[in-house]
T-cell receptor
Framework: EAGVTQFPSHSVIEKGQTVTLRCDPI?????LYWYRRVMGKEIKFLLH????????ESGMPNNRFLAERTGGTYSTLKVQPAELEDSGVYFC?????????????FGAGTRLSVL | AQSVSQHNHHVILSEAASLELGCNYS??????LFWYVQYPGQHLQLLLK??????LVKGIKGFEAEFIKSKFSFNLRKPSVQWSDTAEYFC????????????FGTGTRLTIIP
């Protein structure tokens, strides 16, 4: 069974440009999460989809970030325009059930470098 | 809101040494506790978890962790490390009567010297 896949693995862009990150969850997982790790700091929650609906987007830093999950399958996270402080590793996770004891399965992350 | 502290940022050990990585959480209620690991170039994967019951939990690859409620701690241990344990380790919690979003510590980078 394929795990959570993220694309690209690494993206280098200039400040002011747009970048789109993609996440393909494990097949059949309705729940999809985005997290971010800024260098040296903790991995922080960004948002949670249940199928195509945003269940919780309380961690989204500002309106330069737009997450979508059309059709309830893969998700994209777009940053427009990118700023220097957006650099970090963006992780995607998926899970089958919903709840604080549900196991989230993570991808390898996308390393975003904004120059 | 809960928070997690991992005291060691970078730990360097020789093969066969014993390992203990610290994790403390801050939350007034019941929590669920997780250790995740990320090997170089790979995805973040679950090492072990604690929900309730026996406070000593065993995970994959010979790792174990002990939940000490009075100390708000969930330290990760392994009696004898191998070079292949070189990775970054993350402690995380969810609040038992909260939602499913994980709160992570800052991570501990473990380097094993052959």
């Amino acid at each position: 069974e394929a795990g959570v896949t993220q694309f690209p693995s690494h993206s280098v862009i200039e400040k002011g440009q747009t970048v789109t990150l993609r996440c393909d969850p494990i097949s059949g997982h309705d729940n999809l999460y985005w997290y971010r790790r800024v260098m040296g700091k903790e991995i922080k929650f960004l948002l949670h989809f249940v199928k195509e609906s945003k269940q919780d987007e309380s961690g989204m830093p500002n309106n330069r970030f737009l997450a979508e999950r059309t059709g309830g399958t893969y998700s994209t996270l777009k940053v427009q325009p990118a700023e220097l402080e957006d650099s970090g590793v963006y992780f995607c996770a998926s899970s089958q059930e919903v709840g604080p004891r549900d196991i989230q399965y993570f991808g390898a992350g996308t390393r975003l470098s904004v120059l | 809101a809960q928070s997690v502290s991992q005291h060691n940022h970078h730990v360097i050990l020789s093969e066969a040494a014993s390992l203990e990585l610290g994790c403390n959480y801050s939350y007034g209620g019941t929590v669920n506790l997780f250790w995740y690991v990320q090997y170089p170039g790979q995805h973040l994967q679950l090492l072990l978890k604690y929900f309730s019951g026996d406070p000593l939990v065993k995970g994959i690859k010979g790792f174990e962790a002990e939940f000490i409620k009075s100390k708000f701690s969930f330290n990760l241990r392994k009696p004898s490390v191998q070079w292949s344990d070189t990775a970054e380790y993350f402690c995380a919690v969810t609040a038992n009567f909260g939602n499913e979003k994980l709160t992570f510590g800052t991570g501990t980078r473990l380097t094993i010297i052959p």
